[in-house]
């Protein structure tokens, strides 16, 4: 079974910061694409972020401006820095990864590999 874990959910108030962390031992960057989405309560998956095989990266729009995603090689973590959060940010966010040849999907589960993901909550 493939691991991917994500860690760095919590609580925190409009117009804070949260950075998200996401690792797998059994998956490398540079092989495969790595992305965040996110999913709140009865609302659709939402791609927030990818970074791409050969290091470009996309946003969701809405969160471009605000949410940083990055890589570190020699930790082999994925991070998402958010900030400037709102409630509408408010959601459960998974990393996922596909190695497959194929285009970013519309949501996690539809990846090759994702996390069991994270909880975000964004109070007013």
């Known amino acids: 079974v493939v691991n991917v874990a994500e860690s760095g959910g919590a609580s925190v108030q409009a117009g804070g910061s949260l950075k998200l962390s996401c690792t797998s031992s059994?998956?490398?960057?540079?092989?495969?694409?790595w992305a965040w989405y996110r999913q709140a309560p009865g609302s659709e998956c939402e791609l927030v972020s990818v970074?791409?095989?050969?290091?470009?990266?996309q946003y969701g729009d809405s969160v471009k401006g605000r949410f940083t995603a990055s890589q570190d090689y020699a930790k082999n973590i994925l991070y998402l820095q958010m900030s400037g959060l709102s409630p509408e940010d408010t959601a459960v966010y998974y990393c996922?990864?596909?190695?497959?040849?194929?285009?970013?999907?519309?949501?996690?589960?539809?990846?090759?590999?994702w996390g069991k993901g994270t909880l975000v909550n964004v109070s007013s």
């Open positions: 996922a990864v596909l190695e497959s040849d194929r285009r970013i999907p519309s949501c996690y589960y539809h990846m090759d590999y």
């Open positions: 970074i791409k095989s050969d290091g470009s990266t």
């Open positions: 059994d998956l490398r960057f540079g092989d495969s694409d």
